[in-house]
């Protein structure tokens, strides 16, 4: 009698997301307690909110146009919790049993605010929440999430990201912009066409940003996350990670552990010779891509 080892799980190369390069042009030291510890941050309401409106809003697109109305869309948002706490189980401490009823209504009036933005009956999704790689030609793999790829029927491509809070100020709109080139780069690189638009959809107070990149800002912008995988590389040999302190540390979870804040952060534990195994990693993404 013979017997079948288990499959050894997939280790994925390091790779490029929107949030992790985003990360370490903000700030190299998060990048490294983020990408490199691994040291989770706190869980938070309004990321566990956002999580749900994105799944929510996910299997909307998953019903038949016509069925698409305000009442499926709210009725979606118990289930998605549901499903997040059987998944992350932590989640049912951060929101209790009194405080669930508050919470998921808050979701829900972000979803019906969508179709103030929106009428989810007239258009066909090509995807939604789909799962983007790449690699530039000298060798940095990007990777990411997209919240929804919609085609014409001219062909014309636009990317959606929804964002549950409000339109941020102008450095974080930067931080946005950054995110939404990436998505648009991995799909010049993988389609051959520079997307006609770029769509951020703020929930919170019904507002649309929208922006048209053309392709010699994508091919500028490929060459800034090349530099940007060398320098990350070349930190990661040394473990040189500085901090970069700016106006957005006050939303920084890691200001205990920053020297510039007088903390001192853990001992460096080395350059991985990978980043998990392939359930573990996309896991993480997909959380920071939502909560972002």
Same mark, same amino acid.
């Given at each position: 009698? %013979?017997? %079948?080892?288990?499959?050894?799980?997939?280790?994925?190369?390091?790779? $490029?997301?929107?949030?992790?390069?985003?990360?370490?042009?903000?700030?190299?030291?998060?990048?490294?307690?983020?990408?490199?510890?691994?040291?989770?941050?706190?869980?938070?309401?309004?990321?566990?909110?956002?999580?749900? @409106?994105?799944?929510?809003?996910? +299997?909307?697109?998953?019903?038949?146009?016509?069925?698409?109305?305000?009442?499926?869309? %709210?009725?979606? @948002?118990?289930?998605?919790?549901?499903?997040? @706490?059987?998944?992350?189980?932590?989640?049912?401490? $951060?929101?209790?049993?009194?405080?669930? %009823?508050?919470?998921?209504?808050? +979701?829900?009036?972000?979803?019906?605010?969508?179709?103030?933005?929106?009428?989810?009956?007239?258009?066909?999704?090509?995807?939604?929440?789909?799962?983007?790689?790449?690699?530039?030609?000298?060798?940095?793999?990007?990777?990411?999430?997209?919240?929804?790829?919609?085609?014409?029927?001219?062909?014309?491509?636009?990317?959606?990201? /929804?964002?549950?809070?409000?339109?941020?100020?102008? $450095?974080?709109?930067?931080?946005?912009?950054?995110?939404?080139?990436? /998505?648009?780069? @991995?799909?010049?690189?993988?389609?051959?066409?520079?997307?006609?638009?770029?769509?951020?959809? /703020?929930?919170?107070?019904?507002?649309?940003?929208?922006?048209?990149?053309?392709?010699?800002? $994508?091919?500028?912008?490929?060459?800034?996350?090349?530099?940007?995988?060398?320098?990350?590389?070349?930190?990661?040999?040394?473990?040189?990670?500085?901090?970069?302190?700016?106006?957005?540390?006050?939303?920084?979870?890691?200001?205990?552990?920053?020297?510039?804040?007088?903390?001192?952060?853990?001992?460096?534990?080395?350059?991985?010779?990978?980043?998990?195994?392939?359930?573990?990693?996309?896991?993480?993404?997909?959380?920071?891509?939502?909560?972002?």
């Amino acid at each position: 009698m %013979t017997s %079948t080892a288990p499959p050894a799980p997939t280790v994925r190369r390091p790779a $490029l997301s929107p949030s992790r390069a985003g990360d370490f042009k903000q700030c190299p030291l998060k990048y490294r307690l983020r990408a490199v510890d691994h040291i989770a941050e706190p869980p938070s309401r309004a990321a566990a909110r956002g999580t749900v @409106v994105h799944a929510a809003l996910e +299997a909307l697109y998953g019903l038949p146009a016509a069925e698409r109305v305000p009442d499926s869309a %709210t009725a979606l @948002v118990d289930p998605a919790w549901d499903r997040l @706490v059987e998944d992350s189980p932590e989640l049912a401490e $951060l929101i209790t049993a009194e405080e669930r %009823t508050e919470f998921l209504d808050e +979701a829900r009036t972000l979803i019906t605010d969508y179709y103030r933005l929106e009428d989810p009956t007239r258009f066909e999704p090509e995807s939604c929440e789909l799962r983007v790689e790449t690699e530039l030609d000298d060798g940095v793999l990007l990777r990411g999430f997209v919240d929804r790829i919609d085609v014409a029927p001219t062909g014309q491509v636009r990317v959606v990201d /929804y964002k549950t809070g409000r339109v941020p100020s102008a $450095l974080r709109e930067s931080k946005a912009l950054f995110q939404m080139k990436f /998505y648009a780069l @991995v799909i010049l690189r993988t389609r051959g066409i520079v997307p006609t638009q770029l769509r951020l959809i /703020y929930l919170a107070n019904g507002t649309i940003l929208t922006y048209e990149p053309d392709e010699g800002e $994508l091919r500028r912008f490929e060459r800034t996350l090349s530099a940007m995988w060398k320098a990350i590389l070349s930190a990661g040999e040394t473990g040189d990670f500085r901090p970069n302190p700016s106006k957005l540390c006050g939303w920084c979870d890691y200001k205990s552990l920053c020297p510039a804040f007088g903390g001192t952060p853990p001992p460096y534990p080395g350059w991985p010779t990978d980043f998990g195994t392939e359930d573990a990693v996309l896991l993480e993404e997909v959380a920071s891509e939502v909560s972002e």
